[in-house]
Each structure stands twice: as C-alpha cells, then as structure tokens.
C-alpha cells in the first residue's frame, strides 16, 4: 500500500474541503454534508494509523466515530426540519436570534 | 499498483468532495458525498480493513445519505434556499481560512518520520480480534454508544415532531 503519509496528506485535504464548506455555504444541510466530510477524514487518519502500527484500536475508534455520526445526523436532521417549520427557509443566517 | 489505486481512489474523493461544497443542489451535493463515501470505503480496502469498508458503505453511503435525501425531499425548498453567502468578503476570507489550515496540517504531516509502504495485511480484515477488542478493553464506550443511539432516536423524534394543539 501507499507510504502513511500519502493518507494524512489526503486526510488533511479532505478534512480542509469540509471546513471550507462549513465557511462557505449558508444551506444548512450542505452544512452538514461537511461536517460528515471531516469526520470520514478523520476516519482515514485513524484507520491509516491502525493499518501501519498494525493495531485494532484504531478500527475500533473509525466504528464508535461511524456511530456518533449517525446519532449526530439524526438529531441534527430533526433540528433542521423543526427550524424550517418555523422559518419556512434552512439558511444559517436567517437563524440569527442567539447572534449576541 | 497499489500506489496507482491509491491515487485513483484519492483523485475521485477529492474531486467529488470539492463538488459536494461547490453545488448549488443539496442533492446533487448530497449524491456526490455518495461517491466520497465509496472511494473512501475503497481506501479502507486497501489499508486491509474490509469490515470497517462494508461498514462505510452499509452505514454512511447506505443509511446515513438516504436519511440526508429524505429530508431534502421532506423540506420541499424554494429554489432561492439554494445557494452561498452572497458577500464577497466572506467567501473570500472563508478561502483564506481553508489555505492557512491546509498549510498548517501539512507542515505537521511533514514533521512526521518517513514510513514507506508495507504490503497489505490481511490480518487487519478480521472480524474477531476487532470483536475481541470490543467486548475486553473497549467495553464500557461500546455500551455507552448504545445508550447514546437510544438517546438520539428520542431525541430525533421529540425534536421533530409537530407541537400538539398548535
């Protein structure tokens, strides 16, 4: 397989790409799609890690991330539906009433 | 080859990850990230975990992006939710950021030791020690996560759910 830090390297790039897209967008569930991004990132970053020290603890770790982002996407996706329903819009900057 | 697989597998994440923050479309961003995931799983292969591959493709491209397609079809939006910050200044500056931590996290891959490629472990696609490992040392988070799904699920639901008498 390809030398460990070829998979960091891609790993930070894709890690970027998603907290450019948190920057960038103002549609809450492209929002979302990058954070979803950084975690699968962060998931390459520990499995390249476990697959190189030859240790299972980093799988173990990739399983429970996958788990907290399915909890995350649940409660985050029931955010964004109860908010359209009285906002009637999913742009983060109509959502400003907690802005100081 | 192995390096060839690893570029192509790398080329079409980056790519497709780049389309899923620049379109316009929450569902074609959202079929984009569809293919990240499966390239992804792809590189999981090849660093020899095959069940932590099935698992990317059954949990994230499976469940996680059919929950992200049936909420934007649910939220039934308006073309004009479409679309990025309209100020100039903050796409820019929002550039800015992505450039000074892409730099900072290569200078901290860069400080790391050389280490060269290693043939493919077969080992590390097993399911019973990664089993092992759960039910011995990392018992108590493995519980924890199950009580943290329930909470979620409930949560989801009292979130959601429309207010009675309203």
Redesign the interface.
Known sequence: ??????????S??????????V?????A??I???I??ML?AV??TL??F???L?D??G??F???V??????????G??????I??VKE???V?DVNLMKW | M??VI?YIL?VI??TS??M??T?KN?VT??VY?IV??CA?AG??V????V??AA??II??AG??MV??LF??M??N?RKD?????TRVF??L???L??IV??VQ??MV??R?P????????T??GRVA??AT??FT??LY?FEI?SV??L???I???V??K?KMGK
């Open positions: 397989m390809a030398p460990l830090s070829y998979y960091l390297i891609l930070a790039m894709l890690f970027t790409i998603g907290v450019w897209g920057l960038r967008n103002r549609n569930l492209i979302f799609m990058s979803e991004l699968n998931n390459i499995m390249a476990s697959s190189f030859k299972f603890s799988q173990v990739v399983f429970l996958m788990a907290i982002a399915a909890a995350e996407v649940a409660v996706l029931a955010i964004i539906v109860s359209f329903r819009s999913i742009n900057d | 192995a390096n690893f790398a994440a980056l990850a780049l899923v923050v379109r929450a961003s959202a990230l990240t995931m992804i590189l999981f090849q660093l020899g975990a069940f932590i698992l990317q949990i994230y469940a996680i929950l992200f909420v934007i649910l939220l939006l939710e479409f679309g990025f910050d903050q796409r500056f929002a550039g950021l992505g931590l892409l996290l290569i891959v860069s790391l050389v280490v060269a490629g290693q043939p493919v472990d080992e590390m020690p990664l490992k759960f040392q990392y988070p996560i943290l799904l909470a979620a699920i949560g989801a639901v979130i959601a429309k």
